[in-house]
């Protein structure tokens, strides 16, 4: 299981460079998925419309400032309860 949480002056993302860009605002239909984390289009959407969800994610390797890991399976539910 690989899950991550970060915060904007974690060291470890400033060393893999994920903060290279600076904070930019987007209104909901406008979200730039494709530059973002390769789940994040599945649950950002829920997470803006506040629902309660529960998933998991397994990629083909980690990602990094040269590859952008690709989804090998996704289990994605909207839930009551967590």
Known sequence: MHSREGRKNSS???K???WSRSMEWFSFDLIPFSQMWSDDEYWYPLFLGDKLFRGA???DKPSDVEYSARIITKE???VKNL
């Open 12 to 14: 470890w993302y400033e």
């Open 16 to 18: 893999k460079g994920v």
């Open 57 to 59: 994610f397994l990629f």
């Open 76 to 78: 994605l539910h909207v």
